[in-house]
């Protein structure tokens, strides 16, 4: 259907002239109120030197080398036109209402043409005025003035809380297309040295070794710098010519009274701008706030004919008195009380009041006007956008308020917001608009934790109102205290939602600002897990800037707070950028290391991890929650020469050593199992050990026993396991040595004769003597299969030898003792070193 020219579809029928058909029923709205799907976390992918950031606001930026596919070409420039709407963006809001007169530049001619002819001559020049002596309107002029002298044309930059690294950065955006990327600072200095534009800089904050370094990185640049006598000069050996702005004479100051007026001033007000004039050495900015003074008490004066003109009769006057929207019908601010005599003959303001006019003017404006300036007082002099205005104060009509207070001089353009003019903030904060300067910065940062965590609002937004978002932050972070259950820390809250934004929309000054007070926040509030994200964002800062000890120290705090919270997401976060850090200094990070209180993975059991250069430092041990085994970190080693491949052959080196340690932990659980398990047994083959053993390979079985010859049914005796008799030597179940060998300790109890076959068996029989290469020590393999049903009984051939007796019929023994444990199905003999009594 046509909007604008409805046909006959738009008159209850078809578009072929028939009866409409039916409208289908609409689907249930049940679903549209339930609980909405949570927003995804805005992620954003930044270049940042030779990395590319990925700003997370989860579980916390993740920083890698870039890979070459995602390095940015070079930058171009920007053409005039894109020139001139960045530098549009970055205006100051016009205020809402009614346009306010421009006033004119006087007296300053002559500084304005000189001030050309120097940037003309490619001099740098620094402007020095006092606040309020209209430095940043003759900026202004200058500016439009030289917009066709350089070939980049005129940049705007705004010195207020910056360092020289912020304004280069600044400059570098103003001139150079480069969305989502930031150059590091020597691919900063290389770009910039190509800039050939004027430089209008105001508000600058230093000078001397900064102001140097800043026009030195841009030699191809004119710098008009607008300072105030407070700042530091520049040093004596820099090419910056130094002019001085001074106040207006009497008749300028006057003139600027009557156009802010709008009338001819009478012989009693000029007598009065004239003590204005001595007192505030003829700053137009006081002449500014004076001719709000005299429009004010005009208002005052012209509101009895104004409620006339309405309709209203002169009798109903005093019921009128305590209205406070008498605004709407006259020009007389919401909030002032009418009074019939003032409206008569208003006195004009004392001196006093006329040299501090701040309260005085506020008094008289509308309520959300007066709300706006407590808020101001609260932020430390910033001025909330005009936008947030109506939610900050509560009144849908709220943003108005900028425009009077814009029309009395109380607020002044600093680059793209407005801040209190100068001396205001100290006259409000006199008048008793900071009492509740605690809960007025509360506010705005409740309403700015949700504005800036909002998917609508673009990081540029963010940025822009860094200054405010920060100056509530610096009035509640000393205030936190820990928060009632189920809330949270609102200064918290606030650095974790606009310290993400920050960091994407490239204001990294005010990241860092962000992260340190939410740092210090979190802690206050005892919230360990914000605390460990703030400290892994300032280790992601520091390895951008290249200050790798700092990084190092803040991202190892990190991963130990994640580590107490068993954060495994943010643990891992944290190790990849701490290895990127080990990386970029040439140290050896010790990998696969388990950190205190990380989980440890299913398929590792009771395995420990040995440290690469096996070194452990005196932290407490931690016990793994999968196996009762002590787990320690460890210190890097020395770093190796070879820093290119020492990491990946420290991997593998460290996972043979794991593999290995774990082999051998499994053998020796399965045994100390089975012996844990066998204990006390009255068939435990373990019991069937004592000295002086003999072993021989039986050629009826193939297995190895004490007495071959018997089989599996003969009477073969008892086999005593713990002799009573002490023999000759004193010992129990021993001998004196014999002539022929050295007595050797047998399983079975057998005794070896020198013609190796007595034994205690009624039907003795020559056994086989066994050869070395049957005698092995315990396999790892055979340790760890379960006993046959035969272990548990002793074996039928156990045998007794006499002492002195050989272990086979072939020859002696081997000169060191070997013990022989034998079963009914296997028999392992282990040889200890020599001198070892087992």
Request: charged share 20%.
């Amino acid at each position: 259907m046509d909007p604008i020219n409805p046909g006959p579809e738009g008159h209850g029928q078809d578009g072929d002239g028939s009866t409409p058909r039916q409208r289908p029923p609409r689907e249930s709205l049940t679903t549209d109120f339930g609980q909405s799907t949570p927003a995804t976390a805005r992620t954003t992918r930044l270049v940042t030197g030779e990395f590319l950031l990925t700003v997370n606001p989860v579980d916390g930026s993740e920083i890698e080398p870039c890979p070459p596919a995602e390095r940015p070409a070079r930058p171009e420039k920007r053409t005039p036109a894109e020139r001139a709407e960045y530098e549009r963006a970055l205006r100051p809001p016009v205020p809402p209402g009614p346009a306010r007169p421009e006033l004119p530049l006087l007296e300053r001619q002559d500084d304005r043409e000189r001030l050309v002819r120097l940037l003309a001559r490619g001099r740098s020049v620094r402007l020095t005025g006092p606040a309020g002596s209209g430095r940043t309107a003759l900026l202004d002029l200058v500016a439009d003035d030289c917009s066709d002298l350089a070939p980049d044309g005129v940049v705007r930059l705004d010195g207020f809380h910056r360092t020289p690294e912020d304004l280069l950065r600044d400059l570098f955006h103003a001139v150079y297309k480069a969305p989502g990327h930031r150059p590091d600072h020597d691919e900063l200095l290389e770009l910039v040295r190509d800039i050939g534009a004027v430089v209008v800089l105001d508000d600058i904050e230093f000078g001397g070794a900064g102001l140097d370094e800043l026009i030195d990185a841009t030699p191809e640049c004119a710098f008009l710098i607008g300072a105030t006598p407070d700042v530091p000069a520049p040093s004596a050996d820099s090419a910056v010519e130094e002019v001085l702005l001074t106040g207006l004479e009497r008749a300028g100051g006057v003139d600027i009274l009557e156009r802010t007026v709008g009338r001819v001033l009478s012989e009693e007000e000029a007598n009065w701008a004239g003590d204005l004039w001595f007192e505030s050495e003829g700053l137009p900015l006081r002449f500014v706030q004076a001719g709000a003074l005299l429009r004010q008490r005009d208002q005052l004066r012209a509101s009895t004919d104004a409620v006339d003109e309405f309709g209203v009769f002169a009798s109903n006057l005093a019921d009128l008195a305590d209205l406070s929207d008498l605004s709407d019908l006259t020009d007389l601010p919401a909030g002032a009380a009418y009074d019939t005599e003032a409206a008569e003959a208003s006195p004009l303001p004392s001196l006093g009041e006329a040299a501090a006019p701040a309260p005085l003017l506020a008094s008289r404006l509308s309520a959300s006007a007066r709300a706006t300036l407590r808020f101001a007082v609260a932020l430390g002099g910033e001025v909330p956008h005009q936008a947030h205005l109506p939610a900050l104060v509560g009144d849908t009509h709220a943003d108005a308020a900028l425009g009077e207070l814009a029309g009395c001089g109380l607020v002044s353009p600093v680059g793209s917001r407005y801040r209190l003019a100068a001396g205001v903030l100290q006259q409000l904060e006199a008048a008793g608009y900071a009492d509740d300067a605690t809960a007025q910065a509360l506010t705005a940062a409740q309403h700015y934790s949700w504005w800036a965590g909002h998917p609508s609002v673009t990081p540029e937004r963010v940025c822009a109102e860094a200054d405010a978002i920060l100056a509530a932050l610096t009035v509640l972070v000393p205030e936190t205290v820990p928060p009632a259950e189920d809330e949270d820390s609102t200064p918290v809250r606030l650095a974790r939602t606009a310290a993400p934004a920050f960091a994407a929309g490239l204001r990294w000054s005010a990241w860092e600002r962000a992260l340190r007070a939410g740092a210090e926040a979190a802690r206050l509030a005892g919230e360990v897990g914000e605390q460990a994200y703030f400290h892994h964002e300032l280790g992601i800062l520091a390895l951008c800037g290249d200050q790798l000890d700092r990084a190092r120290a803040e991202l190892e705090a990190s991963i130990g707070l994640r580590g107490a919270l068993s954060d495994k997401r943010g643990t891992t976060v944290g190790r990849r950028a701490l290895a990127l850090v080990a990386d970029r200094s040439g140290e050896v990070l010790p990998a696969l290391t388990a950190m205190a209180g990380d989980e440890v993975p299913d398929a590792r059991h009771e395995e420990s991890i040995s440290p690469a250069g096996g070194v452990t430092t005196p932290f407490p041990a931690v016990h793994s929650p999968i196996a009762d085994t002590v787990v320690t970190q460890r210190v890097p080693a020395a770093p190796a020469p070879d820093h290119g491949g020492g990491l990946v052959r420290m991997v593998r080196r460290n996972m043979v050593a794991v593999g290995a340690g774990a082999l051998l932990t499994a053998v020796l659980g399965t045994v100390v199992g089975l012996g844990m398990t066998s204990h006390d047994n009255a068939d435990n083959p373990s019991d069937n050990v004592s000295v002086n053993p003999s072993a021989s390979e039986s050629t009826g079985d193939g297995g190895l026993g004490a007495d071959p010859g018997q089989t599996p049914g003969a009477d073969v005796g008892t086999a005593t396991t713990r002799p009573t008799d002490p023999g000759s030597a004193g010992t129990l179940g021993t001998t004196p040595p014999s002539d022929t060998g050295t007595p050797s300790a047998s399983a079975t109890g057998t005794k070896g004769t020198p013609g190796g076959g007595a034994t205690h068996s009624p039907s003795p029989s020559p056994s086989k003597s066994a050869s070395p290469s049957k005698s092995a020590s315990p396999s790892p393999s055979k340790s760890s299969e379960s006993p046959s049903p035969s272990a548990s009984s002793p074996s039928p051939s156990a045998s007794a030898t006499p002492s002195g007796a050989t272990n086979s019929a072939s020859g002696p023994a081997s000169d060191s003792p070997s013990v022989t444990t034998s079963s009914a199905s296997q028999t392992t003999t282990e040889e200890p070193p020599t001198g070892t009594l087992i």
